[in-house]
């Protein structure tokens, strides 16, 4: 376990999450999550009677279908499991994505259309990581094909990868946007990094 050793505890509530890429044979590409909740104890349920150890609370899919630059083609979810007889009614409001491009700013659009009232919460959740899903997915694919776009690890794009910024490693000033792309590294020299280091 790479977490410190917890104090004695008993599990109540498990979360899965599954996200998966399929590149598709017409070209496109579709990220398919799927979400379930269960419970380590039984509890009763006003719509559903009892729901013991290990069913489903939630149990919920979506599926994405996007092209090359991140465009929505198509959304399509469905809620199999779920507290309320009116949550499944959410789902179909998903197709709604369709037209919204993966990009700075999608999380907000995407409420826009299916926020609040006329979505579910617990399938929102999976928009974020099925958007990082959708890059990790398209961009190697992009890259296999041409070399020079921004997804390679050679670095030899011109245009400045918009990955860059959004975490540690991807930094202008980390060592991995140095090797991988030094035209936009912004850290010390290598000189300027030896001089840093202290005197054993």
Known sequence: MPLSQPTPRKEAHTR?????????????????????????????NEDRGEITP????????????????????????ATDYSPYAICPNAAPNFSRLAGLRIRSGFLREANARIGGTIGCTHLRELLQQMAT???????????????????????????????????????????????RWPQFYTGPADADVAAAEPVS
């Not at 044979?25 to 999550?33: N, P, R, T, V, W």
């Not at 609370?57 to 996007?66: C, F, I, P, S």
């Not at 794009?157 to 490693?169: D, G, Q, R, V």
């Open 133 to 179: 899903t959708a890059f990790q997915t398209v961009q190697p694919a992009r890259a296999r094909r041409n070399p020079n776009s921004e997804g390679h690890i050679d670095g030899k794009s011109t245009e400045k990868p918009s990955i860059l910024n959004t975490c540690l490693a991807y930094g202008t000033d980390s060592p991995v946007v140095r090797t």
């Open 54 to 77: 290990g069913m489903p609370l939630h149990g919920m899919w979506m599926r994405m279908t996007v092209d090359e630059r991140l465009n929505i083609v198509e959304c399509e979810a």
């Open 16 to 44: 899965a999450i599954t996200i998966r890429g399929f590149e598709r044979e017409d070209g496109l590409y579709d990220i398919e999550a799927q979400l379930t909740d269960t419970k380590s104890y039984s509890f009763t």
